[in-house]
């Protein structure tokens, strides 16, 4: 399958120059860390808590998932790419990477986060999951697309998240809101709305990212 080539290909390339994956880990440690010197010795209620979580996912995420189609352009691999293999498979292979990358990073961040701050405590478990697969999903399609229409720009970095977070805003506060739900121990019944929102929201992105993604590739 083309779409799983094209992922390993730029899975290798990511384990040769570890460029994402540097700067990500990078992000994380110097986020966490200026949360914790910023909170000090003070107690910071569950809800913050639950909000600040997802504040450090959005910020690590625009450190380095914007790589996914810019590393093809200072490679000059574009119009090779587009000679043997249709947008969907690049669209697809790509979002494959982005998928795992973001999966990896956020459960990183979920486990130190856990592990530095006593309030942060889900008191429902599976709510969280499904924040946090659903949460994942939407990022990654969003960012990928994202990250397509930024590549041809000249001021990558700056565009970066400028366009992604009017974009992201709806996830990120569905998402905050089910993490305060889940640390609050709501049920899933409570919670019904925000899912199907959440759960829209990739469906719609997913679905407008494979219809654009065309016109973008071969723009």
Same mark, same amino acid.
């Given at each position: 399958m083309k779409a799983v080539a094209l992922f390993k290909k730029d899975l290798n390339s990511e384990l040769r120059t570890r460029y994402a994956v540097n700067s990500l880990a990078m992000f994380i440690i110097v986020a966490l860390s200026v949360i914790l010197f910023s909170v000090?010795?003070?107690?910071? /209620? !569950?809800?913050?808590? %639950?909000?600040?979580?997802?504040?450090?996912?959005?910020?690590?995420?625009?450190?380095?998932?914007?790589?996914?189609?810019? /590393? !093809?352009?200072?490679? %000059?691999t574009t119009l090779t790419?587009?000679?043997v293999s249709s947008p969907a498979t690049v669209f697809s292979g790509k979002l494959i990477f982005n998928l795992i990358l973001v999966f990896v990073?956020?459960?990183?961040?979920?486990?130190?986060?856990?592990?530095l701050f006593e309030a942060f405590i889900i008191k429902n478990f599976f709510l969280f999951l499904s924040a946090f697969i659903f949460g994942n999903i939407g990022l990654a399609v969003s960012s990928t697309i994202i990250a397509a229409i930024i590549a041809k720009a000249g001021a990558k970095g700056t565009l970066y998240?400028?366009?992604?977070?009017?974009?992201?805003?709806p996830l990120i506060l569905t998402c905050v809101n089910l993490t305060i739900f889940s640390i609050d121990g709501m049920s899933f019944e409570n919670s019904k709305y925000e899912l199907a929102i959440?759960?829209?929201?990739?469906?719609?992105?997913?679905?407008?990212?494979?219809?654009?993604?065309d016109f973008i590739w071969k723009e």
């Open positions: 000090g010795n003070e107690k910071i /209620s !569950e809800s913050l808590t %639950g909000g600040l979580y997802w504040v450090v996912i959005f910020f690590t995420a625009m450190s380095g998932l914007s790589r996914a189609f810019v /590393s !093809e352009e200072e490679r %000059g790419l587009q000679l990073m956020n459960s990183a961040i979920t486990i130190f986060y856990s592990m998240p400028v366009l992604s977070f009017p974009i992201l805003l959440i759960i829209s929201y990739d469906v719609i992105m997913t679905t407008a990212s494979y219809m654009l993604f």
